[in-house]
């Protein structure tokens, strides 16, 4: 069920009246939350917008998306023609005036400034817990998911848990280490765990329920090592899988359809385009002609894997043809990927079915999913493996995404096999780790699993790199600068991140 257009449009307005562009500068007004809100309906009106803020352009309807694909070591540039700043962020070779960082920054910091606004509003109308903690909760999650991002790439930054009422008070804000952005993430997702629904009217995904406080839990213990923590909060989400409505899809490809979108029980959270429906940046998604092929369907031809990820990864295994588009009929022609404008095979993943979206597919009807049920059967496996090493029940969770890759289509077929928990600890994780890789290829994951498992030195100068950077550094390379004018404006931000 898609968020209505014209929610979005009111918020987008109430957003350019209390908002700022960025953190310090052109506040075009303010307003203060227990004299604008007047009932739970525009507290949820907020919380609307802030996902609206978040379906756009410069997030996921392309810069933030498209610079994680562009970190990681499963895709590369395509068309070298293409702006600077992309091959600056994917060469890393990037500064601090990066056009890319630049656009997306401020806007994570309109979506954090709509749900502390939300949550502020929401605290305001002083109603009991029962009929409003649903949708502070709701706020504290969208707060959650915006942080998590944004200390994943940026380490230490501001950390903004307050409705801003004056602009002014943010021209001394500075730096917050990074751990204590990770515990109020943390107590942010567990209010959410707490107080969210099981499922959300209509059973929509683009909206948090408990299980999709949990699943994120489980995601930010398992990037900070806390492996128990993890693990206790994966199995959460598996045992009680039926009554959140989650499970696999038979088929791997559908998780990829935007005709079928909304009717996805493996999407645990995602945010929607509505097709040819864009307003003012929102609801713009881009990254479908990113991805798809310059000279045959008009589309962009920049992210694209390097011919080693395709070479590398066994023909055996569904999710690779359902990951790659290597041949296109183009006036009843069989192309191959020879004949590509970059002569690899590029991206397949919501390029074969991006609903009612232009002819390369931009302003799409993709649901863009941010976290599916595999990936906690993934977690699952990864923590359970660090704590006991491959036990039967690690194992058997690696098994059950890998036995959903044998299924082509309704072929049944032999590849890849179950797991057996006879070998050592470390090959384990370096299976789930490479299952990973597999299962949520080009899903903007890639770039975190090798941040947070110290492996840019291996992935991009050892000798089996998928996409070879030989300048990679890691006291550099595992953070991105914080934007030159964002320090310009309040040099309490000072110093920028080493290497910057």
């Known amino acids: 069920m898609k968020i209505n257009l014209y929610k979005i449009l009111a918020v987008w307005l109430l957003l350019s009246i209390s908002g700022c562009a960025d953190l310090n500068e052109k506040p075009i007004g303010v307003f203060a939350p227990e004299t604008f809100f007047k009932s739970p309906k525009d507290v949820e009106t907020a919380v609307l917008g802030a996902y609206g803020v978040i379906a756009s352009e410069n997030l996921f309807g392309r810069q933030f998306i498209c610079a994680l694909q562009f970190r990681g070591d499963m895709v590369d540039i395509g068309n070298r023609a293409t702006s600077a700043e992309r091959i600056q962020v994917n060469d890393f070779n990037m500064d601090s005036n990066n056009g890319m960082v630049g656009r997306f920054w401020p806007q994570w910091f309109q979506a954090i400034n709509a749900a502390n606004s939300a949550e502020a509003g929401g605290i305001s109308l002083g109603l009991p817990d029962e009929e409003i903690n649903h949708l502070i909760a709701e706020a ?41 952005i990770y515990a109020g993430i943390i107590a942010d997702l567990e209010f959410a765990k707490q107080w969210l629904p099981n499922t959300q009217k209509n059973n929509i995904r683009t ?32 045992d009680n899988k039926a009554l959140f409505g989650y499970e696999l899809e038979t088929d791997y490809e559908d998780n990829f359809k ?36 310059l000279n045959l369907t008009g589309g962009y ?20 043809k359902v990951s790659f588009i290597d041949t296109l009929v183009v006036d009843g022609v069989k192309r191959p990927y020879s004949e590509f404008s970059t002569p690899r095979p590029h991206i397949g993943k919501w390029a074969r079915d991006f609903g009612n979206g232009n002819a390369i597919g931009r302003y799409s009807d993709h649901n863009f999913s941010d976290f599916r049920y595999a990936e906690v059967l993934l977690i699952a496996a990864e923590a359970l493996g660090e704590i006991n090493g491959p036990t039967a029940e690690a194992a058997g969770y690696l098994n059950q995404v890998r036995a959903r890759a044998r299924n082509w289509a309704g072929t049944q077929t032999n590849f890849p096999e179950d797991v057996n928990p006879t070998m050592s600890k470390a ?14 290829a080009f899903e903007w994951k890639r770039w975190y699993d090798i941040k947070r ?23 550099r390379d595992y953070l991105m600068p914080l934007p030159a004018s964002e320090l310009r404006i309040n040099p309490n931000l000072a110093p920028n991140n080493p290497g910057y």
Request: aromatic share 12%; hydrophobic share 40%; glycine share 6%.
């Open 140 to 180: 504290k999650f969208v707060r959650a998911f915006a942080y998590y991002h944004l200390v994943r790439m940026f380490g230490d930054l501001p950390y903004i848990n307050f409705a801003v009422t004056d602009p002014s008070s943010l021209k001394t804000v500075s730096k917050t280490p990074e751990a204590e």
């Open 207 to 238: 909206r948090p329920t408990a299980g999709t406080a949990a699943a994120y839990l489980a995601s930010v213990h398992l990037t900070l090592g806390q492996y128990q923590e993890a693990y206790t909060e994966a199995k959460f989400v598996i």
């Open 258 to 293: 935007a005709s079928i979108a909304n009717s996805l029980k493996e999407t645990i959270f995602a945010f929607d385009f509505l097709g040819q429906q864009a307003v003012g940046g929102n609801n713009d998604d881009s990254l479908v002609p990113m991805i798809e092929v």
């Open 301 to 320: 031809g920049v992210s694209v894997p390097n011919m080693n990820v395709y070479d590398d990864w066994d023909s055996r295994d569904y999710r690779k």
């Open 427 to 440: 090959e384990f994780i370096d299976l789930v780790l490479e299952d990973r890789r597999l299962e949520l």
């Open 453 to 475: 498992r110290d492996l840019g030195v291996k992935v991009f100068t050892g000798p089996n790199s998928l996409e070879p950077h030989p300048n990679f550094d890691p006291s």
